[in-house]
C-alpha cells in the first residue's frame, strides 16, 4: 500500500502549481473526513485525495488523458487497483468507469465541492474561518458563482453516500477548516 508521504512526493514530482495542489490537499481533507463518516479507510480516502488530478498539468488539454496517464504512473508505484480505479471513475466521462464503491462516489461529489468551498473563501474577509454551510448553500444556488463547480455531481451526495446535501457539505467543511492553515484558508 502506498503511504500518505510517498503520495505526497508524486503529486510534487507532477503538480509545480502551489494553487493546484492545494486543491489536491482540500480533497483529501474532505476524503479522510468523509472515510471517518462513511466507515471508509481514512488513510486510503486521504490518499486518493492526494493523487486525484495528480496528472492535470499534463493531461488539462487533453480530458480523455486525464487519470489515464495518472494511472500508469501509479502502477509503476505499486498502487492498488482499488486507488487507481477510484480515481480514474471521477473522470467517467472519458474513462467510462462509473463510480461504483462509497470511497468513488464520495471523491466525485468532494471534488467538486471544495473547489465551491473555496471559492466562497476567498470572497468572505475571514477566508475558510467565516466560511458556514448557509454561505455555501447560497452560492451553490448562484449558477454563475464559481461555475466550474458541477452542482450536479456535488448533490449526488444524498443518493450516493445517503448523506443529504446539508449534512454533505458541513462534513467537508469541516474537514477543510481544519487543514485551513494547509490550504492557505
Known sequence: MITKERALEIL?????????RKHHYGV??????????????????EIVGLLHDADYEKTKDTPEQHTVLLADILREEDVGEGIIRAIQSHNYEYTGLMPESMME???????????????????NPEKLAGVTVVSVLKKFRSKSFAAGADREKISRCEENLDLPLEAFIDLVLQAMKKDAELLGL
Open 28 to 45: 483529501a481533507a474532505a476524503m479522510k473526513g468523509l472515510a471517518l463518516e462513511l466507515d471508509g479507510d481514512p488513510e486510503t480516502w
Open 12 to 20: 510534487k514530482e507532477n503538480i509545480s502549481n502551489k494553487n493546484l
Open 105 to 123: 462516489y464520495a471523491l466525485l461529489s468532494c471534488d467538486d465541492l471544495t473547489g465551491l468551498i473555496v471559492a466562497v473563501a476567498l470572497v
